[in-house]
């Protein structure tokens, strides 16, 4: 997850709302549009809570870059890191197979 907001105390404020909240996050955090656009080449958040009042037009660069789909190959790498971490009890073949699935994802035995 990205939080990108110019007040640092907005930053902090949103990070321990979601911080009590019972899901795995990792939280990072950006001060400004181009922050968070250099943050988002290499790391490709999940989720980004953007304050859309930054100085500038730099809310909406940074946004319009966040907005941008995943490659075939990042949601690939994505959906392998996920699966590996679950047990295999997610795991269902045949409804995979039903629904069309091109590439099986095993799960780590549990």
């Not at 490659?71 to 790498?77: C, G, H, L, N």
């Amino acid at each position: 997850m990205l939080i990108v907001d110019d007040h640092e105390a907005m930053r902090k404020l949103l990070r321990g709302t979601v911080e009590g909240i019972p899901i795995p996050a990792v939280i990072y955090e950006a001060a400004d549009g181009d922050e968070a656009i250099r943050f988002a080449r290499s790391n490709r958040p999940d989720l980004a809570l953007v304050d859309i009042v930054l100085p500038g037009s730099e809310a909406s660069g940074a946004i319009a870059y966040l907005r941008k789909p995943f490659s075939v190959d990042e949601m690939r790498s994505k959906l392998e890191g996920w699966l590996s971490s679950r047990p295999c009890v997610l795991w269902h073949p045949r409804r995979a197979q039903r629904t069309g699935a091109r590439h099986e994802y095993p799960c780590r035995e549990s």
